[in-house]
């Protein structure tokens, strides 16, 4: 059964790969100078696309690596 993203759900798991609180992470701010690298991304890739993201590729996450938006992507909603 496939789990419903959410705008939260996007933010923390994020936020659980670069190791940090979810508050931490601003919308617009650069992810992979967060410390987000290729290997994560792909992991996030993965887990979303298990949440459901079926059709979400490497490319679509690693152009532009930014939580707001990553979150419209997944969503439809704003970080």
Do not use: K
């Amino acid at each position: 059964m496939n789990q419903t993203l959410s705008p939260e759900r996007v933010r923390a798991d994020v936020a659980e790969l670069l190791d940090c609180d979810p508050a931490e992470i601003a919308p617009e701010g650069n992810l992979v100078d967060l410390g987000l690298d290729s290997m994560r991304i792909m992991a996030l890739v993965e887990r979303w696309r298990a949440a459901g993201a079926s059709s979400l590729e490497f490319p679509d996450l690693a152009e532009r690596p930014e939580l707001a938006h990553w979150t419209a992507l997944l969503t439809g909603r704003t970080a």
